[in-house]
Structures are given as structure tokens and as C-alpha cells.
């Protein structure tokens, strides 16, 4: 029991340290700013094989919360579909929601625009226009380094999405996770 305690008040003393050391500076989210991002998910729920979903990212600060960039994705199960897309992405920063009490979460609100190729053994090949508008938060280990969630409802011009009956459908809702490195 004794040792379940000291475990639990070590975890507690490095969270907090990290939360102090996020407040020593504000987000790097200022003009100027430019970003590297890679955020990815893995679904479990289609038929067959896990899938892995990858997006990374390239954006630049055009003012002070308000970021705009290019974007590349890339999802398959290494089997029997893949989906690839470029495409570009805006984000705004709502850097003072939580400034008061927790100065290190920065909520966000963002979309991507992306032409996506599906390519597949039990459908059809399919190009399309996706449209992914995302809520996430950002919790900044450092003002430079931050890691990420966002929930996100994309919506295509064509089927371009598997499902767990091994078919397409043109929508996708989820949850990603992400890291973000910040630099001038």
C-alpha cells in the first residue's frame, strides 16, 4: 500500500512540475510562429485488419492565434484499403479561454480541405473533396511543444471512408491525438 502512495505522489509532484514549467512563458502562437505537426488515430472498429490514420502538418501565423498551412493524410490497414490526400488547413487559437487558470491549455477551432484518393479491393476507387472541420485542445508542455486532441466530422463528395462492413461511406467522425512543435 505504501508503495502504491509514494508512486501516486510522484505522479502528482511531475504533473504539477510540468504545469509549473508550461506557465514560466506564453504559447508560441504569436505572428510569425510556424508550426510542424503529426497527429494520428488508430481504429480498431473495421472489419479485418486495424487502420491506421496519419496527418502531418506545415503552418505558418498569419496574426497573433490565427494559422493557416498545408496538410498531407494518410490512412490504411496495409491490406486491402488506403486513402492519401493533400490538401490545405486553418486553425484559430482561442488562447485566452483558459488563461487565468490553466494559462497551458489552449482550445482551438480548425478545418481542412483536402482532394483524397481512395484506393480499395472491395470498392471502388474513388477521388474526392473532403471537408474536415475540427474542435480540439492543445496542452503546452513547453511554449514551443504542445500534444494535442481534436474531434473532427469529415465530409466528402464521394464515398471515401471505411466502415465496419467493409464499404465506403462518404463521412468519418473521430478523435485524433497529436504532437505540435512551435518555432520562429
Not at 16 to 28: G, M, R, W, Y
Request: charged share 20%.
Amino acid at each position: 500500500m505504501h508503495q502504491y502512495r509514494h508512486a501516486a505522489a510522484t505522479i502528482v509532484v511531475l504533473v504539477l512540475s510540468c504545469s509549473a514549467i508550461a506557465q514560466e512563458q506564453a504559447p508560441l502562437l504569436q505572428r510569425g510562429t510556424q508550426e510542424l505537426a503529426l497527429a494520428g488515430a488508430l481504429d480498431f472498429k473495421n472489419r479485418g485488419d486495424t487502420t491506421l490514420d496519419l496527418i502531418a502538418r506545415y503552418g505558418y501565423f498569419l496574426r497573433d492565434n490565427l494559422e493557416v498551412g498545408g496538410v498531407g493524410q494518410f490512412s490504411g490497414n496495409f491490406d486491402d484499403a488506403f486513402r492519401y490526400g493533400l490538401g490545405g488547413f486553418a486553425e484559430y487559437h482561442l488562447a485566452q479561454a483558459f488563461a487565468r487558470r490553466w494559462p497551458s491549455l489552449v482550445p482551438y477551432v480548425g478545418a481542412d480541405v483536402l482532394l483524397s484518393f481512395v484506393d480499395t479491393d472491395f470498392g471502388d476507387d474513388n477521388a474526392a473533396l473532403a471537408f474536415e472541420p475540427r474542435l480540439g485542445l492543445k496542452w503546452f508542455i513547453r511554449n514551443y511543444f504542445a500534444v494535442e486532441s481534436h474531434l473532427f466530422f469529415a465530409l466528402a463528395t464521394d464515398d471515401l471512408y471505411q466502415n465496419d462492413e467493409d464499404d465506403l461511406d462518404f463521412y468519418d467522425i473521430g478523435l485524433r491525438l497529436g504532437i505540435r512543435v512551435y518555432f520562429r
